[in-house]
């Protein structure tokens, strides 16, 4: 006989930000509700995010803005759960925001009060909140959902996998959501590290050592037919920064990227016209107007000390290029240990995008990072992530 205490509507797999906005959805429906997690506390991804103030949406969180295997699969879920809904329910938490660049919302004080206000949410719908269980095992006997732990086994027709990817494993990421999947038939896309620094093999990384910890605060890096204009970033292993994080999701090993570091800039013009005004100053002074100092020296190369009067058309042209098509071939990333992302995840083709439910598999519902659906850096990872867990929230049925 089941124990009536570890008998549930359904069973939320993850305490992060779908897993918390499922769980909070159904229970305020009326649904009992069991949100298990291994790690200790809550909502870390959250908790560590936006520098600590949480980048919780973005104003753009269009489907154009994801990545998936189909790209329209998302569209439902964005669209019955918007951006200004999300900013509702903070500000009737009474949590401070602001926008930053590119339609980006952050918290005016913490993300730890976006925890506090799923939780709180969590609370509101009765949610039995159990953390620190480590999954043992994953069953359906034909009648629900069984899901044994270290500290108990748990009954539910209806079982909700919100256990994240495999970024930032310090934080307890692991393949769990992908191996239930697996079990029970789905599909996955395969996976990979996303928004993350690019690396360089020795011999490329050699030269631009000296260059580490110099930031170019408007570039735009360009991969096949995928471009980005954001910051960037020198690193002791290689790139980051916004813009470089961006591309590493369209990136693939073996693919150059292009780097303009002088967007809308004429800068063949610009140098021409330097060259009859001031023809004593020397390029890399000229071309300092656009880049920090020891960039411009880096990208100037032997010209750099030259005066523009002494450089023809041609060298010109040439200088002009080194900082409007300069093309690095990155070796590899640094993977998921500072990704912010996986890519790729349950095939969406087996999932109904109205309520995040697999078709084949009655009961099973798949919603955030776990799902072949990701954002770009800003805030849509997290709008996904609401936005998944609320079609969920909504379909979850009650015990008959």
């Known amino acids: 006989m089941t124990d009536p205490d570890s008998a549930f509507d359904v069973i939320v797999l993850g305490a ?30 959250i908790r560590i995010s936006g520098g600590g103030r949480c980048n919780f949406t973005n104003l753009n969180a269009a489907p154009g803005h994801f990545i998936s295997a189909n790209p329209h699969f998302c569209t439902s879920a964005l669209r019955r759960y918007t951006p200004q ?28 009060q976006i925890v506090a206000m799923l939780l709180a949410e969590c609370e509101k719908g009765g949610v039995v909140l159990r953390l620190g269980e480590s999954i043992a095992a994953v069953a359906h006997d034909g009648a629900g959902y069984q899901v044994s732990t270290d500290q108990g086994h748990y009954t539910a027709p209806q079982l909700v996998v919100a256990t994240g990817g495999l ?129 411009a020296l880096f990208r100037a190369g032997d010209d750099g000390t030259m005066r523009l009067a002494d450089l023809s058309d041609a060298r010109l042209r040439q200088a002009a290029n080194t900082l409007k098509q300069w093309r690095l071939l990155p070796a590899g990333h640094e993977g998921y240990r500072t990704a912010e992302v996986t890519l790729g995840g ?26 072949d659906v990701t954002g770009h850096l800003g805030g849509f990872n997290f709008q996904w992530a609401w936005a998944s867990g609320q079609a969920a929230g909504r379909a979850l049925q009650r015990r008959q």
């Open 16 to 45: 992060g930000g779908a897993g918390l906005m499922c769980a909070g959805v159904a229970g305020q429906r009326g649904l009992r509700v069991l949100l298990l997690d291994h790690a200790t506390s809550p909502g870390e991804k």
């Open 85 to 112: 809904d999300f900013i509702a329910l903070v500000e009737a938490h009474g949590i401070a925001w602001h926008e930053k660049t590119l339609g980006q919302l952050f918290c005016d004080g913490s993300a730890r």
């Open 167 to 295: 970024s930032i494993p310090k934080l307890g990421a692991s393949g769990l959501g992908y191996r239930i999947a697996a079990q029970f038939g789905l599909n996955l896309v395969p996976t990979r590290a996303g928004l993350v620094p690019l690396t360089f093999a020795p011999e490329e990384l050699e030269p631009l050592r000296a260059l580490a910890g110099l930031a170019v605060p408007d570039s735009v890096l360009s991969c096949a037919k995928t471009r980005f204009r954001e910051a960037l970033l020198f690193t002791h292993r290689g790139l980051s920064g916004p813009a470089v994080l961006q591309i590493s999701s369209y990136w693939r090993e073996g693919a150059a990227i292009e780097a303009d570091l002088a967007p809308e800039q004429d800068v063949l013009a610009e140098l021409k016209q330097a060259r009859r005004e001031t023809p004593k100053q020397e390029l890399a002074t000229a071309i300092g107007q656009w880049l920090p100092r020891r960039l």
């Open 346 to 371: 349950v095939d969406t083709a087996g999932l109904s995008s109205q309520s995040m439910m697999a078709r084949a598999v009655p009961g099973l519902y798949c919603i955030g990072e776990v799902v």
